[in-house]
């Protein structure tokens, strides 16, 4: 965090209009309380990946759509079925895709990615994707993979823009585009790569200074080290072993997740030893119990995948004794 606040499960429903119809705060949402709240902001930035065009045209129903979703399927299996630390990649499919495998996580993460799908499509595994992507790997190894020895599973959907017109996702740019409704004067910044995420911060920030009459600021983003990173290192793990005599797995696990904020996350085991428990096996496992081929399946984040089930698993029983927080 760099000076701003957050609010989670808050979904912003309408605008606040002023005297001139430029947007002048956002009505919010409570998804967990139902509240509804509003915000007034000189400047408001819409930056909601995919869903981007939900917000534009909320802000101003005139403009075009400018996301073209497209989806991405992975698998986990066994690390067994293929072992070797390299990475696999297919690089063009019959029908024009890539498709990947690699180990990550003590398992091996199979994916593809460039389906196209309506914006507010619901994002799942689907049958069909578990057979295209065993259909793939199954080439490759000696012992073919079968649904059943599948452990997990996500999907998500990438922020692809469009300019105009039709024309496959493959070949749409990852760049990002910044844009500024002059009708509403909403900022949307779309598209671009987790990769490019600071540089897309500076200049939407630039562009927000620009809109709002001020001096273009030294952006510190380039050199802001993000919570947990401080003080890191590639065996920061062992540091965890030592302090707070866990297993390898766990400890590892703990600082590719949280870093050197691991600890704060193992002090809360102290008051919910449960947690501990549940860390260990998700370290262990991969999140074997939660999968059963066919479930439903929606992706967060790709890289918070394992920490938000944490989360979520120990949510009434961790959550409800911080302070300001309420589990519904
Ligand atoms: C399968 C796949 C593979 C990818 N591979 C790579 C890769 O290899 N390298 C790379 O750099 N990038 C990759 N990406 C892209 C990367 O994940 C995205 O670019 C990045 O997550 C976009 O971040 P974002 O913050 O713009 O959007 P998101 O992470 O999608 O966040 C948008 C947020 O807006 C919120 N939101 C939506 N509507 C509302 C509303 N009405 N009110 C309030 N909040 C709202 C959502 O809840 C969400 O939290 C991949 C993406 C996918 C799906």
Redesign the pocket.
């Known amino acids: 965090m760099a000076g701003g606040n957050t609010l989670n499960y ?4 309408d605008f606040l209009r002023g005297a001139n119809g430029k947007a002048s705060g956002v009505v ?1 949402k409570d998804q967990l309380s139902e509240d509804t709240f509003s915000v007034k902001a000189k400047a408001i930035i819409n ?6 065009d ?2 534009r045209r ?1 802000a101003n129903p005139t403009l075009e759509r400018r996301m073209r979703p ?5 698998i986990l299996l066994p690390l067994e079925v293929f072992p070797t630390e390299d990475a696999l990649l297919i690089p063009k499919t019959v029908d024009g895709r890539v498709v990947f495998a690699i180990p990550w996580g003590g398992r091996l993460l199979v ?1 593809t ?1 460039e389906e196209e799908v309506a914006p507010d499509a619901e994002v799942l595994v689907t049958k069909a994707d578990v057979a295209y992507l065993l259909q793939h790997i199954n080439q490759y190894l000696e012992q073919p993979v079968t649904p059943n020895e599948i452990v997990s599973g996500f ?5 692809l823009v469009g300019s105009t017109g039709d024309g496959d996702t493959k070949t749409l740019a ?1 760049d990002d585009v910044i844009e500024m409704d002059p009708t509403s004067g909403l900022i949307s ?9 600071r540089a ?1 911060a500076e200049d939407t920030v630039h562009c927000a200074q620009q809109v709002l009459g001020m001096p273009q600021m030294d952006s510190q983003t380039r050199n802001h080290i993000l919570y947990g990173g401080e003080g890191f290192t590639d065996d920061y793990w062992k540091k965890i072993c030592r302090e707070y005599q866990v297993s390898e797995g766990t400890a590892r696990h703990l600082a590719a997740k949280f870093g050197t904020a691991s600890g704060k996350v193992l002090e809360l085991t102290i008051e919910a030893p449960a947690l501990l428990r549940f860390l260990w096996e998700v370290a262990r496992s991969g999140r074997k119990s939660s999968m059963r081929f066919g479930l439903r399946w929606r ?4 890289t918070f995948l394992l920490a938000g089930s944490a989360c979520s698993f120990t949510r009434g029983k961790i959550v409800s004794r911080l302070p300001h927080w309420s589990v519904h």
Do not use: D, E, Q
């Not at 999907?155 to 922020?159: H, I, K, N, S, Y």
């Not at 910044?189 to 995420?197: A, D, Q």
């Open positions: 808050a979904k912003v429903t919010v930056a909601t990946g995919p869903f981007s939900s917000i909320l497209s989806k991405g399927s992975h994916g990615t999907a998500g959907l990438r922020p990852r910044i779309m598209g671009g790569k987790w990769t490019t995420h897309m992706l967060l984040s790709r």
